[in-house]
C-alpha cells in the first residue's frame, strides 16, 4: 500500500494471512492475490486470494483485523454502501437497539498500559471493538471460482450465499456483481465454459431482514472485539508465567524420582515436626537449592504471581461480565424467533455459549483462588526452607523469620500433605508445587481442586436433577482456563456461523443473457480466444469488455478479448461491454422488466483501450488512434434519449436493434484530452477522490492524473519513478 505520494505504507505478504487464518503455512508459496476492493469510505481494504481466504485490513496496518475462509478461488469482490433512504424506513423496529452500542461495557481497560501507572485517577481505557463499522452500514459481496456469492454485512458478519451456479444448473465463475440498492437484485456476470452471461437474480432475504441483520452486525462486531480483548488478555497472563516457576517442581521431581511415593512429604514432615533431616533432603537443600537460589526463586514466584493476579482480577474478570452481558442480550434477539430464526440465529445455540462463557467466567474464579492460595504458600513454604538452611548452617535468623504461628506450622503442613500427587487411573505419579501454570496449557489439570468439601459441590452431589437447570452450570475440574476459553471461542463462534444460510433456493433468476460466445466464430480455435481473455473485473455495476463484429443478418457475434462491465447502483444497476475494442454496449435496469441500451463507437481509426464508471454520471473512456491517447469524460445522461429496450426474456443480442452513438460526439471535445507520452494498458479512476490511474504497457510504471484541476492550471501528475510535482492534500490519498 502506497501513499499518492508514493510513501509505502506497509507490504503485506500472503504468509501473514496464512497464519492469521490457521491455514497451512505449506501453502503460501502458491498463494496468489486473486482480488482487492476498497470500502466506499477507504478506510478499509479486502483482498481476496486464490485459496479462497479474504483478508480485511485497516490502511494504516498490514495485520489482518478479520479473515474468512470461503469454498474456492475468490474472483471477485465489491463493497458497497447501503442507501440511507433504505435504512431510514418507518418499519425498522431495531434503530433505537442498532445505534445503543452500550460503550459503558465495550470499554475495558487498557492493556497497553498494563505496566505503567497513572498519576492521575482516571483510568485508561480502551474500545474492544476491533473490527472498524464506523463508516456508513455497508455490504460486501465476494464471488468465488465455483459460482458462489458470498454477502457480508459491514464486512465482517457472514450472512448469506447464494449459489449462481446451483441457480442456473450449470458450472460457472462469477466474474462481477453487483446488489441494487433495493437490497433484493444482483447483478452478476458469470463465465460459463463457453459464453460469458449477464445474469440478474432477484433475492428478497436481505432487504426482508435488513433491521436484524443491522442489530447482529453491531453485536458481532462487540462479541467478536470482545473475545479478541479476552484472547489478548490470556495472552499477556501466558507471558507473564515465567518458567522458573517450574525450577522448584523439577528439582522436587529429581528428589523424588528414586525414592518411593511419599517420600518428599515424609521428608519434609519429619523436617518439620522433629527438626531432623534426611541425607537425600540435606542434599536437597544445601545443593540443588542453596538460600541465595532459594530467596532468588522465592522472590521471581511473588513478582510473577502478583502480575498474573493483576490481570485476572483487573482484565479478565472486567471482559468475563462484558461478554457475558452481550451474548445475554442475544439470547433475548433470539427469543424473538419469528425475526431472527430465518437468518439462523437460534436460540438453543446462543444459550450453549452463555453455558462456555459461564464455565470460563468459573474458571476464570478459580484461576484466581488458585492464585491467591499459591501465594500464601509459597510465601510460606520459602520462609520456612529458607530459615531452616540458615539454622543448619548457624547462621543469623532475622527476627521476623524465628516468629512462626501454630496456625502456620499447621497450614504449611498441610500444604506438604498435598505435595505429592500420584493419578493411578493415568500411571502417574510426581511432586508439584506450582499449580497456576497448568491453567494456562492447552491440557487436563495436573492437580484439579479438591471440591469434596465444597457445600455447593455436595449439594449438586445430592440433588443431580439440579444439572438440568439452564442457569445452573456443571463443576468442570480437569480442564485448564486455556481450554475452556478455546471450547468458548468455538461456541461464539457457532452462533455467528449458523448465520451463512444459503439463499439459493429462495431466488429467481430474471435476466439471463449471452454477452459473448466462443461458438460464434467456428473457425476460432479455443486457445486463440483464451490468448485474448487477458482479464474480467467488476466495480460497483461494472461488468465485462467483450469483443464482438456483426455479419449479415446473423445474431451479433462474440469474440472474446479484454472483458470490463461497469455499472452503479440506481434502480438496479447500469453497466457496460466492449465488443472487439470497437463498440461499447451501454445498458442499465429500466422500468416493466426491460434493460436499456445502446452501442458507444469511436471515431474510425480509433479503438477502445479500457474504460470504467467515474461516477454513476460519467462514463470514462481511454481512446487510441495510432500513438496517440486520448481519455473521454462521457456524460450518462446524454445517452438518455438514444437508449432502446430489450426485455428481460432476451438471451441474445439481435442485430440492428439498438441505436450506436459516438463517444466523442455525446459529451463534446470539451469532455475529452489528449494524454501526452503514455501508452497505457489500462486504467482506474475514482470520482469520489478525483484521480485516475493509467498502468503502462509496460506494466512498472504508473501515472496518476488530477481529474479536477482548473483550466488554466498545469495538470498534476507523478510517475512511480519520479517525485510529486504538486499536491493539495499530502498525505491524505491512497
Not at 452500550?102 to 475495558?108: E, F, P, Q, S
Not at 460457472?172 to 458469470?190: G, H, K, P
Not at 538452611?389 to 512462626?404: A, F, H, Q, S
Request: hydrophobic share 35%; with cysteine; charged share 25%.
Amino acid at each position: 500500500l502506497y501513499r499518492l505520494q508514493w510513501n509505502r505504507v506497509w507490504v503485506a505478504s500472503p504468509n501473514e494471512d496464512i497464519t492469521a487464518a490457521s491455514t497451512d503455512a505449506n501453502q503460501a508459496d502458491a498463494i496468489s492475490v486473486s482480488a482487492l476492493c476498497w470500502r466506499p469510505d477507504g478506510k478499509l481494504l479486502a483482498s481476496g486470494y486464490s485459496t479462497g481466504l479474504l483478508s480485511i485490513r485497516h490502511i494504516e496496518s498490514k495485520e489482518s483485523i478479520h479473515t474468512e475462509q470461503l469454498d474456492s478461488k475468490i474472483t471477485w469482490i465489491s463493497w458497497q454502501n447501503i442507501p440511507q433512504s433504505f435504512l431510514n424506513r418507518e418499519d425498522n423496529l431495531y434503530v433505537p437497539l442498532s445505534e445503543n452500542k452500550w460503550d459503558m461495557m465495550t470499554k475495558l481497560p487498557s492493556l497497553d498500559m498494563i505496566y505503567s501507572y497513572n498519576d492521575t485517577s482516571e483510568e485508561e481505557l480502551q474500545d474492544c471493538r476491533k473490527l472498524d463499522d464506523s463508516g456508513p452500514a455497508s455490504i460486501l459481496l465476494v464471488g468465488t471460482q465455483t459460482g458462489s456469492i458470498y454477502l457480508l454485512i459491514s464486512g465482517f458478519l457472514m450472512c448469506a450465499r447464494l449459489s449462481v451456479a446451483d441457480l442456473l444448473g450449470t458450472p460457472c465463475e462469477i466474474v462481477n456483481s453487483v446488489l441494487a440498492c433495493d437490497l433484493r437484485t444482483f447483478s452478476c456476470l458469470v463465465k460459463q465454459q463457453d459464453s460469458y452471461r449477464l445474469i440478474s437474480v432477484e433475492s428478497p432475504m436481505i432487504a426482508t431482514c435488513q433491521s436484524e441483520l443491522a442489530v447482529l452486525a453491531t453485536k458481532f462486531n462487540i462479541i467478536q472485539g470482545t473475545v479478541q480483548y479476552m484472547e489478548d488478555t490470556i495472552k499477556r497472563i501466558r507471558e507473564s508465567w515465567e518458567n522458573i516457576l517450574l525450577e522448584m517442581d523439577t528439582k522436587l521431581a529429581s528428589y523424588a524420582k528414586p525414592n518411593p511415593v511419599g517420600t518428599v512429604s515424609a521428608d519434609l514432615m519429619e523436617l518439620l515436626l522433629f527438626g531432623t533431616i534426611t541425607d537425600a533432603l540435606n542434599k536437597f537443600l544445601f545443593v540443588d537449592m542453596t538460600d541465595k537460589g532459594l530467596k532468588r526463586m522465592g522472590h521471581s514466584i511473588e513478582l510473577s504471581y502478583s502480575n498474573i493476579q493483576r490481570l485476572v482480577i483487573r482484565y479478565l474478570h472486567p471482559v468475563c461480565q462484558s461478554l457475558h452481558f452481550q451474548l445475554a442480550e442475544l439470547l433475548g434477539l433470539a427469543r424473538a424467533s419469528h425475526r431472527y430464526s430465518v437468518i439462523g440465529v437460534g436460540e438453543d445455540i446462543v444459550l450453549a455459549a452463555i453455558q462456555a462463557s459461564g464455565l470460563f467466567w468459573l474458571k476464570a474464579v478459580e484461576l484466581q483462588q488458585v492464585i491467591d492460595e499459591s501465594m500464601k504458600n509459597f510465601k510460606l513454604f520459602f520462609r520456612w526452607l529458607y530459615t531452616e538452611i540458615l539454622r543448619k548452617e548457624n547462621g543469623d535468623i532475622p527476627e521476623e523469620l524465628k516468629r512462626m504461628s501454630q496456625q502456620d506450622v499447621l497450614f504449611i503442613a498441610e500444604f506438604i500433605k498435598r505435595l505429592d500427587n500420584s493419578n493411578k487411573e493415568q500411571g502417574e505419579s510426581g511432586v508439584y508445587l506450582e499449580k497456576v501454570g497448568q491453567y494456562l496449557k492447552d491440557e487436563d489439570l495436573k492437580q484439579p481442586p479438591d471440591y469434596k468439601n465444597n457445600t455447593w459441590n455436595q449439594i449438586l452431589n445430592d440433588h443431580p436433577e439440579l444439572t438440568s437447570v439452564p442457569f445452573i452450570l456443571p463443576r468442570d475440574s480437569k480442564s485448564s482456563t486455556y481450554q475452556q476459553f478455546n471450547r468458548l471461542s468455538a461456541a461464539v463462534s457457532k452462533v455467528f456461523n449458523g448465520m451463512n444460510i444459503d439463499i439459493t433456493h429462495q431466488s429467481v433468476a430474471k435476466v439471463n443473457l449471452e454477452l459473448c460466445s466462443r461458438n460464434q466464430h467456428p473457425n476460432q480455435s479455443n486457445d486463440d480466444a483464451e490468448s485474448k481473455a487477458t482479464k474480467a473485473e467488476l466495480l460497483t455495476g461494472q461488468l465485462v469488455d467483450e469483443t464482438s463484429s456483426a455479419a449479415g443478418n446473423k445474431p451479433v457475434e462474440v469474440d472474446i478479448d479484454d472483458r470490463f462491465l461497469k455499472g452503479n447502483m440506481d434502480r438496479s444497476c447500469q453497466g457496460g461491454a466492449c465488443w472487439d475494442r470497437s463498440k461499447i454496449l451501454y445498458w442499465r435496469m429500466g422500468e416493466e422488466d426491460t434493460l436499456e441500451a445502446a452501442w458507444l463507437t469511436p471515431h474510425p481509426n480509433s479503438h477502445i483501450v479500457d474504460f470504467k464508471f467515474y461516477t454513476k454520471d460519467i462514463l470514462s473512456v481511454l481512446l487510441e488512434s495510432g500513438d496517440v491517447q486520448t481519455l473521454v469524460q462521457l456524460p450518462i445522461p446524454n445517452l438518455q434519449s438514444n437508449l432502446k429496450p430489450l426485455p428481460f426474456s432476451t438471451q441474445i443480442i439481435p442485430p440492428d436493434a439498438l441505436n450506436s452513438c459516438d463517444i466523442i460526439e455525446v459529451g463534446g471535445r470539451a469532455c475529452s484530452r489528449e494524454l501526452e507520452n503514455i501508452r497505457a494498458s489500462c486504467f482506474s479512476v475514482s470520482g469520489t477522490r478525483n484521480v485516475s490511474v493509467m498502468l503502462f504497457r509496460s506494466r512498472k510504471r504508473l501515472r496518476i492524473y488530477d481529474m479536477e484541476v482548473e483550466e488554466e492550471e498545469d495538470e498534476e501528475m507523478f510517475n512511480s519513478s519520479g517525485p510529486l510535482t504538486e499536491s493539495t492534500e499530502p498525505n491524505s490519498m491512497y
